[in-house]
């Protein structure tokens, strides 16, 4: 059992509760006041947009659900228990992976250390003195993640700053599936790619969904939230103006909202 199944195991099931579920969330910074008295529930199998103008709090609700910052109000639950995510290694135990538009790879290691990074596979040559790293082993698990996800990277070998940004992106995402993810945050992911590259984003991004993770995707893009997403979530000056599903809305009407901030 990981780690995060073991952490999950001691949550009371209640396989009807959302995956996560914020309640009167509120964040201050000073004077400021960057995300005021959102509600908002994320469940398994379902990609829910996050959308919203420049300074919105999108970010912030990132930073708050990956235990970035604390909220200075409001409460969360997880699976129907009360959680406090209070730093980004509790949010790990959790299970929510957030893949940053920095993306949090380290460019200066190999693509398969990369998706092994704070749990890479070891053996003691002499008990507690001295460890080595299974790195045969790593590299065929890696090898075998990226084919079943269809991602093509050159070599393994090769250090993740020599890659594309969509081949940089896609290995992040991988890093997710690969750990069984509950929950993935995108922050922007298309931001930076060419068309190919955004399709596959898009694509690895509907995998995760479909395997039953929970995906908060924030976007710009009009595009992507209309291929997407399942539902949205409108932020307008801190506050949630607009929940919607995806299906039952268009395309005119979210921008409407997200300029107004008024249905
Ligand atoms: N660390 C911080 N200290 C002070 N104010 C902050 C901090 N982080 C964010 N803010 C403020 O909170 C508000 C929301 O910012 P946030 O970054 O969440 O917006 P966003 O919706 O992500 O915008 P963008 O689309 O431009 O990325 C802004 O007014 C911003 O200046
Ligand atoms: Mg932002």
């Known amino acids: ?62 930073n708050l659900i990956s235990g970035v910052f604390a909220p200075s109000s409001g409460t969360m639950e997880c699976c129907g228990a009360p959680v406090k995510i209070s730093s980004p290694d509790r949010a790990h135990s959790l299970g929510i992976e957030t893949v940053f538009q920095d993306l949090a790879l380290l460019p200066n290691l190999a693509v398969a250390d990369n998706l092994f990074i704070g749990r890479e596979r070891t053996f003691d040559i002499v008990p507690k003195l001295i460890r080595v790293l299974k790195r045969r082993e790593m590299e065929r698990d890696a090898a075998e993640t990226l084919k079943q996800l269809d991602i093509h990277i050159p070599s393994l070998r090769v250090n993740v700053n020599a890659l594309s940004g969509g081949q940089r992106q896609a290995i992040a995402i991988a890093r997710a599936i690969r750990w069984k993810a509950n929950m993935v945050i995108l922050d922007e992911p298309t931001a930076a790619l060419s068309v190919p590259e955004q399709n596959k984003v898009l694509a690895l991004t509907r995998q995760l969904a479909s395997q039953g993770v929970a995906v908060l995707y924030i976007t710009h893009n009009m595009g992507d939230v209309m291929q997407v997403t399942d539902r949205i979530a409108v932020l307008y000056r801190g506050r949630k103006a607009a929940e919607m599903r995806t299906s039952e809305t268009s395309q005119k009407d979210i921008v409407h909202v997200i300029m107004s901030g008024e249905r």
Not at 6 to 29: C, H, N, V, Y
């Open 1 to 62: 059992m990981s780690a995060t199944e073991a952490e999950m195991s001691q949550l009371p099931r209640q396989d009807q509760a959302p995956f996560l579920k914020l309640s009167g969330i509120t964040k201050r910074w000073g004077a400021l006041t960057a995300l005021e008295d959102i509600d908002l529930e994320i469940h398994r199998g379902e990609v829910l947009g996050l959308l919203g103008d420049n300074g919105a709090g999108k970010t912030t609700m990132v």
